[in-house]
């Protein structure tokens, strides 16, 4: 590890964002036309290009492989755009990094503006960026998040935004901070940002499939990687390079990953779980102390349920997707309702290629369109904050996360009022003692509690 590192403990990490101020719920107001009765619900219509406007200079923190895909989103979005700084822990990923964005952008960024160490997110943020690009390990994000709204920064900030309670309650009250200040936050949830899956919810939010009843979600997949640990590494900076893999780190693969679909589920139902059972378990994970699968069993205050299952294991079915049913029908949640004899009674149009023929794509990627949406929010003054849904999404994901470590029935009122905080007291470059073994369900917390 870089040993221009700072020491910092976990207090002082997360204690700016402390000082933020209460937690509060978001308005978020649903588009409607119509003078009937009952109001008609119409999805927003995305521009293709973020409008010219004055120069807004963007910090990536976090230069991994998401970092630099977020820094070409970015570049795509529009006009007078500019990645002046970078930021990460560990200079060989920052310079990967800087190398691609000058091959793909042409754009070379200064020395002096790239900064390592585990306080880079300061440096980058302080360094006179208009807008910051989160891409850090999910661990460090709450901190970084919170700073930035201190700093007065718009934020596009990669899914999930915490991996404990704690760390969750402490992006809310800072997403409230942002609204006050007029700070626009997009976040890495990119089906909120897609025209087809807009376009879904319209026609579900519109009667097409009667009154939802119920809804099943998936990301089943293989694993994503891994890093061999080499001589020479301290605890800390193994964990950090094979972050995906370590539960304080990433939230484990149903935060980090399964919230795009659990982020769905509560997008249709326009509600959140009240509660939730499930098991999990490990299986061929060779690093880490993460589960490899998920099944969890959410119940709303209305007695509605949702399943959720996720799995990371090679050479299985796979599947991704959230179907939500109703009395009428149900959907995939993206383009596509049937009714109950299995008929498809609509279809989202994708554009058409150059064979006349639908392409079955949209015609601009939704990790372009988060970017193309965040601009124009800054650029027009159409104001956009995705804190409070991410939170919840990603509260949800970590209450069922600790239903299948336990073995227990966990609420909403448990996660919210919870004091958990993963990780070590101190970041330093030395040793942590955090057995590489999973959960046990059944036994007392279910795992070795981490900090």
């Known amino acids: 590890m870089n040993q221009n590192s700072s020491n910092l403990s976990r207090r002082k990490f997360l204690g700016d964002a402390a000082a933020i101020g209460a937690i509060g719920a978001l308005g978020v107001g649903a588009v409607v036309s119509g003078c009937s009765r009952k109001a008609t619900y119409v999805a927003p219509v995305f521009p293709e290009q973020a409008p010219d406007g004055p120069v807004l200079k963007a910090g990536i923190i976090g230069c991994g492989g998401r970092g630099t895909g977020a820094a070409m989103n970015f570049l795509n979005a529009g006009p007078n755009l500019q990645i002046t700084a970078l930021g ?45 690009i989160l891409c850090e390990p999910p661990y460090f994000r709450p901190a970084s998040f919170a700073y930035a ?68 979600c998936y990301w089943n997949g293989g694993p994503l ?125 994708y554009p058409l290629g150059e064979d006349g023929q639908p392409t079955g794509r949209l015609a601009i990627s939704p990790k372009d369109q988060e970017h193309i949406n965040l601009v124009t929010a800054i650029r027009t003054g159409n104001y956009v904050n995705e804190t409070q849904a991410i939170c919840e999404s990603n509260m949800i994901a970590i209450m069922g996360r600790e239903s299948a470590y336990s073995g227990r029935e966990i609420t909403w009122e448990e996660m919210m009022d919870s004091g958990m905080e993963l990780g070590p007291e101190e970041l330093v470059s030395g040793s942590y003692d955090i057995p590489a073994v999973p959960p046990v369900p059944g036994q007392e917390g279910g795992r070795q509690r981490t900090g």
């Open 88 to 132: 990460d822990v560990f200079p060989h990923r920052l310079e990967r990094c800087r190398n691609a964005i000058k091959e793909r952008a042409g754009v070379d960024i200064p020395e002096e503006n790239c900064f390592t160490g585990l306080d880079n997110y300061k440096k980058v943020i302080d360094s006179g960026v208009d807008y910051v």
């Open 225 to 349: 990687w891994h890093v061999v640990r080499q001589p020479g590494w301290s605890d800390i900076e193994y964990m950090i390079r094979d972050w995906g893999n370590w539960c304080w780190l990433s939230g484990d693969h149903i935060v980090e990953q399964h919230v795009h679909n659990l982020d769905v589920v509560n997008w249709f139902f326009e509600k959140i779980p009240t509660k939730c059972a499930g098991f999990g378990g490990r299986a061929r994970r060779p690093t880490g102390n993460q589960f490899d699968f998920f099944s969890i069993d959410f119940e709303y205050d209305d007695g509605r349920h949702m399943h959720s299952m996720c799995r990371q294991v090679l050479n299985c079915a796979n599947r991704n997707e959230e179907l939500i049913f109703g009395t009428k029908g149900y959907t995939n949640s993206q383009d596509k309702i049937w009714d109950y004899s299995g008929d498809l009674i609509w279809e989202y149009e």
């Open 149 to 216: 709204v201190q700093a007065r920064k718009h934020i596009f900030a990669e899914k999930p935004v915490g991996v404990d309670p704690v760390g969750i309650r402490t992006v809310m009250s800072a997403g409230r901070m942002a609204e006050s200040a007029g700070l626009n936050v997009v976040v890495g949830t990119q089906r909120r940002n897609s025209p087809d899956y807009n376009k879904t919810f319209e026609m579900v939010k519109n009667g097409a499939i009667g009154d939802i009843i119920s809804a099943n």
